[in-house]
């Protein structure tokens, strides 16, 4: 490939990569900083990943609060971590 080719290529990609909005932090590091406000997401269900449960909030109201990371293992924290996790 000859070499303003190749710039070209370069810069297209460049440009393609701008244009796709990032994704939180949690995405890339371990569970625990998907714990920071702003990072977390709530759990949809209780066997979602990438996420925190709030068990005083969701389901039944009872239970215990955790955080699920990308494979999917449980890692318990308590409510108030849950709750200033997801609201602050």
């Given at each position: ?31 625990r ?24 909030h ?23 971590t ?7």
């Amino acid at each position: 490939m000859r070499a303003p080719a190749l710039a070209a290529a370069a810069a297209l990609a460049l440009s393609l990569l701008a244009a796709v909005p990032a994704a939180p932090a949690a995405a890339y590091g371990g569970w625990r900083e998907m714990l920071q406000p702003g990072n977390a997401r709530p759990c949809r269900y209780e066997d979602s990943r990438l996420c925190v449960w709030d068990a005083r909030h969701r389901g039944n109201g009872r239970g215990h609060s955790f955080a699920a990371d990308r494979r999917g293992r449980v890692h318990p924290i308590s409510h108030r971590t849950a709750h200033r996790a997801l609201h602050g």
